[in-house]
């Protein structure tokens, strides 16, 4: 793709953006927060400390999406990416407060990504990219199906995880790896705080917030 006055112009216009980013994920992820709490039947844990972070974390996403996408030099992957990423910070943002997962949340945002990312790599052509996603959504499934077999996590995790795979199209082996590295940096970190706190081995934490910073820095980087 050119543009006139070459990269400088460019990477000015990827720069804001990466801002409308930011924004649209600060604005649109607590609203998708509120919607799964609400879901859950847990509107009392709606509380301006949860809003602020899940808009702190939810413009991390929106910048998330538009970096993702200026990699894969693919304008048409933003709605995609943007629906995805605020609707796992929100997921995560349900899980850590209540430990569960919105259901419907999820579905209706894997449907919508879905959708989004085959218009997305159909206008490019990139047909190899729709596949990869549709093989990492079902990889991360497995995984974290095994996960929920035998290391404590919910079936939300599962449904999660698969969402979060679909946003891996063009995603590094540097990526995946540094993300897999946060993933258990978080995790390991939950578990002992939640061993310390409680003093009970049985005691379970979200993976939500855990799934949700892997994928996008597997996205991202």
């Known amino acids: 793709m050119e543009v006139k006055g070459g990269p400088q112009r460019m990477n000015g216009t990827w720069m804001v953006a990466s801002a409308a980013g930011a924004l649209v994920g600060a604005t649109a992820t607590p609203w998708l927060t509120t919607r799964g709490l609400a ?12 809003l602020l972070a899940s808009a702190a974390a939810g413009g ?3 910048a998330a999406a538009i970096v993702t996408s200026h990699r894969a030099e693919a304008w048409w992957l933003v709605p995609a990416l943007l629906v995805w990423g605020c609707a796992l910070v929100a997921a995560a943002s ?3 407060v209540t430990q569960r997962i919105p259901t419907p949340l999820v579905r209706q945002a894997a449907v919508g990504t879905g959708i989004l990312l085959t218009v997305g790599f159909a206008v490019h052509g990139d047909w190899r990219s729709l596949l990869t996603s549709g093989l990492a959504a079902a990889a991360a499934g497995v995984v974290l199906l095994l996960c929920w077999r035998f290391a404590g996590a919910g079936f939300g995790d599962v449904r999660l995880a698969v969402l979060g795979g679909l946003g891996l199209g063009h995603a590094t082996h540097r990526g995946l790896l540094l993300a897999l590295a946060a993933f258990s940096l978080i995790t390991v970190t939950q578990a002992v705080v939640t061993l310390m706190r409680d003093g009970d081995r049985r005691s379970t934490f979200p993976y939500g917030p855990a799934l949700a910073a892997g994928f996008l820095l597997a996205a991202t980087l």
């Open 39 to 50: 879901q859950l039947s847990r509107v009392e844990a709606v509380r301006p400390g949860l």
């Open 60 to 62: 991390g996403a929106g």
């Open 94 to 96: 349900c899980d850590a």
